[in-house]
């Protein structure tokens, strides 16, 4: 309405006889800029889900707790614990005490309902914005079956986190990994799936065999692997949960190091051709073979852009293992790495806009990143033995593994954020090496 | 620090800059930026508001004023993060009560470029 009856004075006053008067009186707004702040964890209340009805007590709490958790893990928000909660929240549709959450200095509120019906389970949840005492976005729904409500919980806390960061969440993915037992001299190892958080892991592989880097498709439907059941280095394929292997490539020599491309149509990886290595991208069926190295050297741990229209891997063709570029349709490579130290396992992020490396220098290995043409070289992490980086959904976080010395030492999964903070290792009952994030599950 | 006195067009002083400085830090205290924004240096939002005579910000005058339509997501929180400051901080109560026409309507650029980012 207002709107309107400014274009009206507009148009029917002379633009110079409208304007003059406001322009002597009016007294412009005063004007500051803000360049620092405080960084720290935005604290946040998630009083528990209100059930509808009996049945759904026991879901809606653990519900409510793999999103407190979910946030929490990422560093960037803090839990205004429920002991210091001054409201009480018994119904999903009650006013909200804005008041009392602001008194406790909670910036988000989350607030939700859980349902059961038979097998299936429903969230319905609302954010809001304590201090502008409105909502951030529109409240949701989602539904699946009881059984999947750690998903259902995941999917909430993505959205928390995509409404209050602006970023894509990460929660709702999966992540494939090896899981090892035995002694250190002849470990058993098998191909395993768990949640990002290390929850319902499952084994795809039985051990009778050694399985090397598993890589996930990123609708984690398929993972490939290397596997050496036949004696040498063969990729693998696992579907449906591992009922079902294929035979990558059934070319001769050996094969290892594969990643699917990004829509999960190719793969990329390596064979062992004279005394190197080169690369080479076929359909997931094996067809359509191309060759994209020649030489001697040796040329491996590829992986796509995001894009599927050039491949990182590493290469000791220049007299020490480096990162190079080079188009998925072959042709000439550029080398991106240029340290001290050998470089090793690239990985693009899911954004298109950095890339992972392991590094090894001065006798520690360490996690970096680097901008896809080499720039900005950062290293996150370092230890006796960091290797494997793989990127989380939203390209924010990486996991790895840890691999600790010692008789009784063994690989541990962890998780780090792209600035280096956030240290955190992924719980996965034993121990556990090579983790392949797959994309947000839709 | 010493400031000039100026007059304003209704004739009385401006404001000094302690004054405005001391308003920047006031938002300045309670801007929990959003940690680990992605290319900071690409964001930068403005909102305006008005002030009570109290020095209370008026909640429902907030607005986004820069960039507008915003780019992505990401201004838009960056945006709500300094209006949650801006409201989290209120009142105001150091600016000069006689000088209330000066600050009564405020433009707050917020610009997180020398912060962490990633």
């Known amino acids: 309405m207002v709107d309107r009856l400014r274009r009206s004075l507009a148009i029917g006053v002379p633009a110079a006889l409208a304007l003059r008067p406001f322009a002597t009186a009016a007294q412009a707004p005063l004007r500051i800029e803000i360049t620092e702040g405080v960084i720290e964890p935005m604290p946040f209340a998630a009083p528990g889900f209100v059930p509808d009805g009996g049945a759904a007590t026991d879901v809606a709490a653990r519900i409510t707790q793999v999103v407190i958790d979910d946030l929490v893990g990422t560093g960037l928000f803090r839990e205004v614990p429920r002991s210091a909660h001054i409201a009480r929240v018994s119904s999903f549709d009650a006013p909200v005490a804005f008041a009392d959450w602001k008194a406790i200095n909670a910036q988000a509120l989350i607030t939700g309902a859980v349902g059961v019906s038979g097998d299936r389970a429903q969230v319905r949840f609302r954010l809001w914005d304590v201090f502008a005492q409105a909502p951030l976005g529109e409240g ?80 984690a439907r398929r993972v490939l692997f290397t596997s050496y059941a036949s004696g040498a280095p063969k990729v693998m394929m696992l579907e449906g949960g591992g009922r079902a292997r294929t035979v990558i490539s059934d070319a001769s020599g050996m094969t290892f190091a594969p990643r699917f491309s990004p829509n999960g149509a190719r793969v990329v990886y390596s064979r062992s051709v004279g005394t190197g290595a080169d690369l080479f991208v076929s359909d997931i069926g094996g067809g359509g073979q191309v060759q994209l190295t020649r030489g001697s050297s040796i040329n491996t741990a590829p992986a796509f852009s995001p894009d599927g229209n050039r491949v990182v891997f590493e290469s000791d063709r220049g007299g020490t293992q480096q990162l190079y570029v080079m188009s998925a349709a072959g042709g000439e490579a550029s080398r991106i790495s240029f340290g001290d130290g050998r470089y090793a396992t690239p990985v693009w992020s899911p954004r298109g806009d950095m890339i992972a490396f392991t590094k090894i220098a001065g006798g520690r290995f360490h996690i970096g990143v680097m901008r896809q043409d080499g720039s900005g070289e950062k290293l996150l992490t370092g230890s006796y033995i960091d290797e494997g980086p793989t990127w989380a959904p939203n390209g924010r976080v ?15 999964i962890y998780s780090v954020d792209i600035t280096g903070r956030n240290l955190r290792r992924v719980p996965t009952g034993g121990f556990a090496s090579d983790p392949s994030w797959s994309g947000l599950l839709s | ?27 300045q205290r309670c801007w929990n930026a959003p940690a680990d924004l992605r290319d900071a240096h690409e964001l930068k939002v403005t909102l305006s508001a008005e002030l009570a005579a109290s020095g209370d910000v008026i909640n429902a005058s907030i607005r986004p004023i820069e960039p507008l339509p915003m780019p992505d997501a990401r201004f838009q929180q960056l945006y ?32 997180p470029e020398g912060m962490v980012s990633w």
């Open chain 1, 398 to 412: 990486l996991m790895f593994f840890r691999e600790s010395p010692g008789a009784g030492g063994g690989p541990q």
């Open chain 1, 140 to 219: 949701l729904q989602f539904d699946g079956s009881t059984a999947s409500w750690r998903r259902l919980a995941h999917k909430v806390a993505d959205q928390v986190y995509a409404r209050l960061t602006g970023e894509t969440g990460y929660f709702d993915s999966r992540v494939a990994f090896v899981a090892a037992s035995g002694p250190k001299q002849a470990r058993r190892k098998q191909i395993g799936i768990m949640d990002y958080d290390g929850a319902n892991p499952v084994m795809l592989t039985d051990g009778s065999a050694l399985v090397l880097t598993p890589r996930i498709a990123a609708d």
């Open chain 2, 1 to 27: 620090m010493t400031s000039a006195h100026v007059d304003t067009a209704e004739g009385g002083a401006s404001l000094t800059e302690p004054e405005k400085n001391g308003l920047r830090l006031g938002v």
């Open chain 2, 80 to 111: 709500e993060a300094g209006r949650r400051a801006l409201i989290r901080c209120s009142p105001y109560g150091d600016l000069p009560r006689e000088k209330y026409a000066q600050w009564r309507n405020i433009e707050v650029v917020f610009n």
